[in-house]
């Protein structure tokens, strides 16, 4: 079993900035790719912003240069850096990873979500 545990959220102003972690641990043998997801209030969830094993990144058009996805191997975390916080940017951000287990066997695993509300 893997557990993502996701913290970070919070409210925060129209340009403000906040930091967003995501640790797995459990019977983890290697991670690839780590991501960060969110789902507004009425919509369906959408990709922020996904980093390799070999932190290569990929972000959403509506992230790309205010946001930052980073993460750390040895304690198998990710992070999300959102600076220019704007209220569309609010939602329930989750946290994804690709978890190669001691089963031998690849599995999805998300976090619970940590609410960010940006007020404008």
């Known amino acids: 079993q893997v557990h993502m545990v996701e913290s970070g959220g919070g409210l925060v102003q129209t340009g403000g900035s906040l930091r967003l972690s995501c640790a797995a641990s459990?019977?983890?043998?290697?991670?690839?790719?780590m991501g960060w997801y969110r789902q507004a209030p009425g919509k369906q969830r959408e990709l922020v912003a996904t980093?390799?094993?070999?932190?290569?990144?990929n972000y959403s058009d509506s992230v790309k240069g205010r946001f930052t996805i980073s993460r750390d191997n040895a304690k198998n975390t990710v992070y999300l850096q959102m600076n220019s916080l704007k209220p569309e940017d609010t939602a329930v951000y989750y946290c994804?990873?690709?978890?190669?287990?001691?089963?031998?066997?690849?599995?999805?695993?998300w976090g619970q979500g940590t609410q960010v509300t940006v007020s404008s």
């Open positions: 980093i390799s094993r070999g932190f290569t990144t």
């Open positions: 459990g019977r983890i043998v290697s991670i690839n790719t």
């Open positions: 994804n990873a690709g978890v190669f287990t001691i089963t031998q066997r690849w599995d999805d695993y």
